[in-house]
């Protein structure tokens, strides 16, 4: 078992769905958290019968959904305004976030509808 996997197990132990559900749905809202591993970790634990692997994939499904609505949210009501009154407090300053939707405006479109190349 690698190291960050190693790390995160305990917390799928003794917390169960409720740690499963918190890292997922605070990463998909955002937050930098090691969700994939996660789901990895309570994967395992659902092959060894600790967990109900159905219960996992709901867990995981409902928590995907609801963070990625939350961030929709703070980005659709908070946007602009929000980042600038308290980006500095995660790294974004003003001449970042200025930067940035420079970069968004020219290349915006190709950035979020490039499709990968195809492996096979």
């Known amino acids: ?64 959904v609801l963070g990625d609505n939350v961030g929709y949210a703070i980005g659709r009501f908070g946007g602009r305004k929000l980042v600038a009154r308290h980006g500095a407090r995660v790294g974004i300053s003003a001449e970042r976030l200025n930067k940035t939707e420079r970069f968004f405006a020219h290349y915006g479109p190709e950035v979020v509808s490039v499709q990968p190349p195809h492996l096979f």
């Open 1 to 64: 078992m690698n190291s960050l996997l190693a790390t995160v197990h305990p917390y799928i132990v003794q917390y169960g769905y409720g740690a499963l559900f918190g890292v997922l749905f605070a990463e998909s809202f955002g937050l930098p958290l090691p969700g994939e591993t996660f789901l990895v970790a309570a994967s395992f634990l659902a092959v060894q019968g600790q967990l109900n692997i159905w219960l996992v994939g709901l867990t995981a499904w409902a928590a995907a």
